[in-house]
């Protein structure tokens, strides 16, 4: 299973950006998913989740800015956010489990997001 993640680039404070986390390799649909990012010198921290039975949380810091969702047709993940900030400045990656709750976890590549204020 492979996971491509993208959507990061460059956006001013206030914009919005849309990640996706495309699967691939597998026939099988994406269990549940998650958005982790991470800046230099701090730990991998989770953003937000989607289980397997389409429930969702958020970190504190991006509730209301962002939302997580999952297209089965496109066995994508995304990860919309709006109005960004500074502090959402990081290298965003997904992981996903495929066909159901007791498979490993697989990560993509991350994706640089920049929030210039």
């Known amino acids: 299973v492979q996971l491509q993640a993208s959507g990061g680039g460059l956006v001013q404070a206030g914009g919005s950006l849309r990640l996706s986390c495309a699967a691939s390799?597998?026939?099988?649909?994406?269990?549940?998913a998650s958005w982790y990012r991470q800046t230099p010198g701090n730990p991998r921290e989770l953003v937000a989740a989607?289980?397997?039975?389409?429930?969702?949380n958020y970190a504190d810091s991006v509730k209301g800015r962002f939302t997580i969702s999952r297209d089965n047709a496109e066995n994508t993940v995304y990860l919309q956010m709006n109005s960004l900030k500074p502090e959402d400045t990081a290298v965003y990656y997904c992981?996903?489990?495929?066909?159901?709750?007791?498979?490993?976890?697989?990560w993509g590549q991350g994706t640089q997001v920049t929030v210039s204020s």
């Open positions: 992981a996903a489990k495929v066909r159901h709750a007791f498979t490993p976890w697989y």
């Open positions: 390799g597998t026939t099988f649909s994406i269990y549940a």
């Open positions: 989607i289980s397997g039975g389409g429930s969702t």
